[in-house]
């Protein structure tokens, strides 16, 4: 048993960590491309902005003003296009790919920045990732740019206002408005949060906010305002501000009615520990931010529909890393739980399985909707351990 409890937790640098990091992300797009081939004709539906944008950025003013404040994942895309490197959907798959393994290799050294082990953090980084298929799923559907940059840009911006970075905070934030709109809620928090626990760069961090917002500004003033479809588009959205009834409704047909709170566990248990809610106390700005997604994508759910999972997550995979970093503080004196957290992945591996075997070219939505929970699936069994684990350690607590 003293073996176990030694050894079993992987003592090794991180760097060897970096190499399974890489063997992870190209066999998840290897394997991928073998499921899954994506059809073209989908290009024509919601990705069509975007790749008008990435065509010519002259298109910038006649899109619709939403897809065109997200100019800088197009902007990438046709920049490898003009010097003809790849056509428009190779740029973009390019970029998907090579932003997920860049978003991998952030993820795991964020978490090392709050002193968890590699082989921890390693194992942190593969439930923030693999626990939803909201990230993989952008590995599917290239032209999803966009969502793989909000995630790879927010962990850049956690680090830098956490870990005091003020010349990374102004870079990504300002990469960071111009790939998604609301996310300057991020970024507002993020520049709160670093001015209240670093006074000392007040001037520099007054002014690299100020030309954020203005940018900002500019860009929502720009982006598609030579587009005749926006005024219906915002007569559409001033109709659904105001209906209360709706968003009750949408609210349980997304919630109950298309079982799409199993998407919050178990980490939505946490906010029921009082210790869990001190321990994150401090950075509570940030899940101002996480709460604006997973709010527009339940109340405005008759509009999202099938792309619930994929708005959600933006803001609810903040949840994810701040409990992962509970749980390390939690269950710091811990080895045998430390243990159990660092193979807990390992559960996952019986959905991918399912799929592997099972799914071609359709179907995944379905599986993740309902198939999951028809069978003692990664879900369950995932859940299952964090829970155990809670109420063993809480309960410890309490006598």
């Not at 001037?203 to 005749?228: D, E, H, Q």
């Not at 479809?229 to 968003?247: R, V």
């Not at 980490?267 to 009082?274: A, G, Q, T």
């Amino acid at each position: 048993m003293n073996v176990i409890k030694n050894n079993l937790l992987l003592e090794l640098k991180k760097e060897v960590f970096y190499f399974f990091i890489l063997l992870v992300g190209l066999s998840s797009i290897i394997i991928t491309n073998y499921v899954y081939i994506y059809e073209i004709d989908l290009s024509s539906q919601d990705s069509r902005n975007y790749i008008l944008l990435a065509e010519n950025f002259n298109n910038y003013f006649f899109v619709q003003n939403q897809v065109a404040m997200r100019i800088l994942p197009s902007l990438l895309a046709g920049l490898l296009y003009k010097l003809q490197i790849f056509d428009i959907f190779t740029s973009f798959r390019f970029l998907s790919y090579f932003f997920f393994i860049m978003l991998l290799f952030k993820v795991f050294n964020f978490f090392l920045k709050f002193r968890i082990k590699p082989s921890l953090a390693f194992s942190f980084m593969l439930i923030l990732i693999y626990q939803s298929h909201s990230v993989l799923y952008l590995i599917f559907n290239p032209y999803l740019l966009t969502d793989i940059l909000v995630y790879f840009f927010s962990i850049c911006i956690l680090e830098a206002s956490v870990f005091k970075k003020k010349n990374q905070l102004f870079i990504f934030s300002l990469l960071l408005i111009l790939t998604k709109e609301y996310t300057v809620i991020l970024v507002v928090s993020a520049y709160i949060y670093y001015y209240f626990s670093e006074k000392h760069d007040e001037r520099f961090l007054f002014f690299s906010l100020i030309t954020i917002i203005i940018i900002y500004i500019i860009n929502y003033k720009l982006a598609g305002s030579l587009n005749v479809q926006d005024q219906k588009l915002n007569y559409l959205f001033t109709q659904i501000l105001f209906d209360y009834k709706k968003y009750f409704n949408n609210s349980l047909e997304c919630l109950i009615e298309k079982k799409n709170i199993f998407l919050l566990f178990p980490f939505l248990f946490f906010f029921l520990s009082k210790d869990f809610l001190f321990t994150i106390k401090k950075f509570y700005l940030f899940f101002i931010y996480s709460f604006v997604p997973i709010l527009i994508s339940i109340l405005i759910f008759s509009e999202i529909g099938n792309n619930f999972f994929r708005v959600y997550y933006q803001g609810y995979f903040i949840w994810v890393i701040f409990a992962l970093v509970y749980l390390n503080f939690k269950f710091s004196d811990n080895i045998l739980f430390k243990n159990i957290l660092f193979f807990t992945p390992v559960v996952f591996l019986l959905d991918f399985i399912f799929i592997f075997f099972n799914l071609r070219q359709n179907g995944f939505f379905s599986f993740f909707q309902d198939t999951r929970y028809s069978y003692i699936s990664s879900f369950y069994l995932f859940n299952l351990i964090i829970i155990i684990m809670l109420l063993v350690k809480w309960k410890k607590i309490k006598n």
